[in-house]
């Protein structure tokens, strides 16, 4: 009787195994902490990786005083690393395209000591950096002369709002760069937003930001939206006074959710569950965009980091990837085609699954 059960069970076993062996593909982006910085990497069903920024350089002479860094704050590689072992975790040997949203230091500067440790194929920018970038931020141009230097070894790639970046098996899309946006709203998008007021929220950095390029990167029904540090004209654009994107599913704010990505109408045009926030302790994040994101109810804003502003209302512990400088966890969003997606605190291990 004994041995006829754990026959049977065994049977079970085998008949059971293989579908648990080929578990559900899954788009997967890591939120890696860079301190104030971008860097987020994706990973696809196919195994493809696109890398969007690589965090700040090691090299103090290479970041303008505007950061307000602590001296050798980002030293021997600190941002890189982190990126490493986000890549390691996803079982990457290479960088098949190294998306750089524009040319400032806490976005390009960690890209040429990542390359020493990881292979990159295929590079995607928006060209050049814009007129006055360096006059705007210091250093911005030899960080760029840098990374410039790396690019020229591999492929490179310069798209245009309303342009299909060559990944297998997800759609993405670009939606701004060089200070333009798409010229007609993408397939379901395109009502007019009543959320919309005046002229949107003047950017903060005038010169640079503005030229981000932005992706809305879809798998199935699954869709997330980085505009790296959008803002001004261009980010009021995509929203207003039609939205031009449609429906969200994971909103990475821009400019690590700056004032001026604050903006209601935004937030209502794209509809996102979830507001990923890329801010440091004292960058990103501020207040009134922390504020926006809590006024409306359905969407649950993560963060990595806690902030240290003064009245930032800062979301629930479970959803802060890091509390102070002790931790650099990332940020792990895993999802389905149907459009399910679960979002992983790295530092605890807590997660939570959305569906519409
Ligand atoms: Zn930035």
């Given at each position: 009787m004994k041995r006829w059960l754990v026959a049977l069970l065994g049977a079970v076993t085998l008949a059971v195994a293989p579908a648990m062996v080929r578990a559900a593909k899954t788009l997967d982006i890591y939120f890696i902490d860079v301190e104030g910085g971008q860097a987020t990497l994706v990973v696809t069903p196919a195994g493809e990786s696109m890398l969007i920024d690589a965090g700040f350089p090691s090299d103090d002479a290479l970041i303008a005083p505007i950061y307000g860094m602590k001296p050798g704050a980002s030293a021997n590689g600190r941002d890189p690393k982190r990126i490493l072992a986000a890549a390691k975790d996803a079982g990457?040997?290479?960088?098949d395209y190294m998306l750089v949203?524009?040319?400032?230091a806490d976005h390009d500067g960690g890209i040429v000591e990542l390359a020493e440790m990881l292979p990159m194929r295929t590079f995607v920018d928006h060209g050049e950096p814009a007129p006055g970038t360096d006059e705007a931020v210091p250093l911005s141009m030899a960080n760029f002369e840098r990374y410039k230097a790396l690019r020229a070894k591999g492929r490179h790639l310069e798209p245009a709002p309303g342009d299909l970046l060559p990944?297998?098996?997800v759609e993405a899309r670009v939606v701004s760069a060089d200070a333009l946006v798409l010229a007609k709203p993408l397939p379901g998008a395109g009502a007019a937003n009543p959320a919309c007021s005046g002229q949107g929220v003047p950017a903060?950095?005038?010169?640079?930001?503005?030229?981000s390029i932005g992706i809305r990167l879809q798998y199935g029904q699954f869709r997330f939206l980085n505009l790296g540090d959008l803002s001004g004209p261009p980010l009021h654009a995509l929203s207003c006074?039609?939205?031009?994107i449609g429906r969200i599913d994971v909103y990475l704010v821009a400019h690590h959710g700056g004032a001026d990505a604050a903006d209601p109408a935004i937030f209502k045009a794209i509809e996102p569950l979830v507001a990923v926030f890329n801010n440091g302790p004292r960058k990103g994040a501020q207040p009134v965009a922390l504020a926006t994101v809590r006024q409306l109810s359905a969407i649950d804003g993560w963060q990595l980091h806690r902030s240290l502003i003064p009245n930032a209302e800062n979301a629930p512990d479970d959803r802060l990837a890091n509390l102070d400088e002790s931790t650099s966890a990332w940020i792990k969003v895993s999802a389905s085609d149907d459009g399910s997606f679960t979002v992983t605190?790295?530092?605890?291990?807590y997660s939570k699954t959305y569906r519409r």
């Amino acid at each position: 009787m004994k041995r006829w059960l754990v026959a049977l069970l065994g049977a079970v076993t085998l008949a059971v195994a293989p579908a648990m062996v080929r578990a559900a593909k899954t788009l997967d982006i890591y939120f890696i902490d860079v301190e104030g910085g971008q860097a987020t990497l994706v990973v696809t069903p196919a195994g493809e990786s696109m890398l969007i920024d690589a965090g700040f350089p090691s090299d103090d002479a290479l970041i303008a005083p505007i950061y307000g860094m602590k001296p050798g704050a980002s030293a021997n590689g600190r941002d890189p690393k982190r990126i490493l072992a986000a890549a390691k975790d996803a079982g990457l040997s290479q960088i098949d395209y190294m998306l750089v949203t524009h040319f400032h230091a806490d976005h390009d500067g960690g890209i040429v000591e990542l390359a020493e440790m990881l292979p990159m194929r295929t590079f995607v920018d928006h060209g050049e950096p814009a007129p006055g970038t360096d006059e705007a931020v210091p250093l911005s141009m030899a960080n760029f002369e840098r990374y410039k230097a790396l690019r020229a070894k591999g492929r490179h790639l310069e798209p245009a709002p309303g342009d299909l970046l060559p990944l297998k098996g997800v759609e993405a899309r670009v939606v701004s760069a060089d200070a333009l946006v798409l010229a007609k709203p993408l397939p379901g998008a395109g009502a007019a937003n009543p959320a919309c007021s005046g002229q949107g929220v003047p950017a903060q950095e005038k010169i640079e930001n503005p030229h981000s390029i932005g992706i809305r990167l879809q798998y199935g029904q699954f869709r997330f939206l980085n505009l790296g540090d959008l803002s001004g004209p261009p980010l009021h654009a995509l929203s207003c006074p039609n939205d031009l994107i449609g429906r969200i599913d994971v909103y990475l704010v821009a400019h690590h959710g700056g004032a001026d990505a604050a903006d209601p109408a935004i937030f209502k045009a794209i509809e996102p569950l979830v507001a990923v926030f890329n801010n440091g302790p004292r960058k990103g994040a501020q207040p009134v965009a922390l504020a926006t994101v809590r006024q409306l109810s359905a969407i649950d804003g993560w963060q990595l980091h806690r902030s240290l502003i003064p009245n930032a209302e800062n979301a629930p512990d479970d959803r802060l990837a890091n509390l102070d400088e002790s931790t650099s966890a990332w940020i792990k969003v895993s999802a389905s085609d149907d459009g399910s997606f679960t979002v992983t605190n790295g530092r605890t291990g807590y997660s939570k699954t959305y569906r519409r």
